[in-house]
């Protein structure tokens, strides 16, 4: 069954510092989203992406954080520079439509330290 | 998007029925009902979602009243493995995000 990978699953950066997170959607999905969750509170959308632009962006993500598409499989979370809050869980997620069923990745644990 | 509402925590013996209901007044003609389940902090799950008609998958049933204020997610013969966290979520087709609530912990014991 096709599935939505993420690299790495962890990460620990220091504060300021840019990081990339990774994501492989799932072959055929042209819908990408990132969200994230502060460890013991609520998923929260942070971006949806399609046909290489933003199609919607919470409050969240501001000009410190950046999505690309750099080729036809990989979908990225850019974190300009770092701050202690970032420190979460990241998660990518793919729909084949903005109506279908959006299947989520394992996730990348962020710490800024 | 509508809100839904959720009990914080249910248990469930293994092996019975897991039964985890959601309120969704406010839902609109066009608004689907999705359910997710998270375990641990792994990320969420797909299970099952429905407009207005009941839906059964390998993993679920999902129960949808009439009036589509409500709704029920049904594991048939819950085991240990679905200890987790089931979100139920309401969200308008052409729409991008899913709005999480902090959904019902199910704990499934022996």
């Known amino acids: 069954e096709p599935e939505v990978t993420q690299t790495p699953s962890h990460q620990v950066t220091q504060m300021g510092q840019e990081v990339i997170l990774r994501c492989v959607p799932i072959s055929n999905h042209l819908y990408f989203y990132w969200y994230r969750q502060i460890l013991g509170q609520k998923v929260e959308f942070l971006v949806s992406?399609?046909?290489?632009?933003?199609?919607?962006k919470s409050e969240i993500f501001d000009d410190q954080f950046s999505v690309e598409r750099p080729d036809g499989s990989n979908f990225t979370l850019k974190i300009r520079s770092t701050k202690l809050e970032d420190s979460a869980m990241y998660f990518c997620?793919?729909?084949?439509?903005?109506?279908?069923?959006?299947?989520f990745g394992p996730g990348t644990r962020l710490l800024v330290l | 998007d509508a809100k839904t509402t959720q009990p914080p925590s249910m248990d469930c013996a293994e092996g019975r029925a897991a039964n985890l209901p959601c309120n969704h007044s406010?839902?609109?003609?066009?608004?689907?009902v999705y359910w997710y389940r998270q375990i641990h902090s792994q990320g969420p799950q797909y299970i099952i979602h429905?407009?207005?008609n009941n839906e059964t998958n390998e993993m679920a049933s999902l129960i949808i009243t009439e009036d589509r204020k409500s709704s029920t997610l049904i594991l048939p013969h819950a085991t240990l493995r679905d200890t987790a966290v089931y979100y139920c979520?309401?969200?308008?087709?052409?729409?991008?995000?899913?709005?999480f609530g902090a959904g019902t912990r199910l704990a499934v014991h022996p």
């Open positions: 429905g407009l207005k």
């Open positions: 992406f399609y046909n290489n632009e933003i199609s919607e």
């Open positions: 406010t839902i609109s003609g066009n608004e689907y």
């Open positions: 997620a793919s729909s084949w439509t903005s109506q279908e069923t959006q299947y």
């Open positions: 979520i309401v969200k308008r087709g052409g729409y991008n995000k899913l709005i």
